[in-house]
């Protein structure tokens, strides 16, 4: 299915969300301690990479992971995500009147890959749950238990978000993935996946050691995030949207979140980049390459052309979307 950026970010809607962001960057950040950090993949020094709104990104000399360094302490996070004017008008507004357009161009089709990659992988030992770390607006629970006879199972923290999933007739944890029981989660086979969240984590070390420490063994682990390898954020550098401080941090890529995940008990079944907007963000922000040659392309290629580059960007692991299966060894 063929995408824009523009039919799940409009514009406009999405322009006012930077906007109060920026504001709340200040707001909330500006007079906080910040700690330094190393890799959140590999654990090794920085160098610059750049900076945004306050924030500064470094790469790592080693695995090419981009991260925020020095980084603002979890509790300003915390406050951040709870009290935010700019978190309100993406869980309200923003969503809201995007919702419609997103299920039919993201939930839809990211329902029908998780779907194949649970087929593929699962054998003769059938999963039997679902369980969605920030399962949002439930539109992916909805949609998986469409094509799938499967049940969900929401973990959502947010007061309101849990209520709209319960709303949906979704079963929902309201805990962060942190505070999860063993009683909490059923002792079937499960598949975890969490959408867009990885890139948010204040600590993915800790976020991922929860995860495995939930799993029981061959249960699966199926997760989108942003890879620092795409074209359009190597491209666009702080002019890429997707480098969007306090909420991006982290931005590994197939193989130093591989050497993540491998490093902390799991093992790496598939690391992908099946990303279809990267040349349409980078069509859209022509201006802001920082490349001759690729603006050249950009101005030279056909639309089909510019299809056939994208198609070839994420089969090569280079797109921003980044998706990832893992189980527990």
Known sequence: MKIKEEEIRPKKIFDEYLKLTSIDTVTFFKNVNKEEVN?????????????????????????????????????????????????????TTFYKETENSRREKLWKPKAQ????????????????????????????????????????????????????????????????????????????RKC??????????????????????????EDFFIFTTLSGMGIDI??????????????????????SVSKLLEDNGFEVLEAITPGKLDMDILKKNKEFINEPYWKNIINYSSELELDNIQNFIAKSGLSSHMMITCTKK
């Open 39 to 91: 890799c959140p993949a590999c654990n090794k020094k920085g160098k610059f990479w750049a900076n945004k709104q306050g924030f500064t990104y470094q790469e790592c000399s080693d695995c090419l992971s981009i991260y925020v360094n020095p980084r603002p302490p979890l509790s300003a996070f915390n406050n951040y995500y709870r009290d935010s004017p700019s978190t309100k008008f993406w869980a």
């Open 113 to 188: 890959m998780i779907k194949d990659r649970i087929l593929k992988y699962q054998k003769n030992n059938p999963v039997n749950f679902i369980i969605d770390i920030g399962g949002g607006y439930g539109v992916f629970d909805q949609e998986i238990s469409k094509i799938m006879e499967i049940g969900t199972i929401v973990i959502e923290p947010s007061v309101h978000l849990a209520e709209i999933c319960r709303n949906k007739d979704l079963i929902v944890i309201e805990k962060f993935m942190e505070n999860i029981l063993p009683h909490d989660i059923p002792t079937a």
């Open 234 to 255: 190597q491209l666009l550098g702080p002019n890429s949207n997707a480098l969007s401080p306090p909420h991006h941090l982290n931005f590994l890529n197939p193989k």
């Open 192 to 217: 975890y996946v969490s959408f867009e969240l990885f890139e948010h984590l204040h600590n993915p070390k800790a976020f991922l050691e929860t995860v495995y420490n939930n799993m029981n063994s």
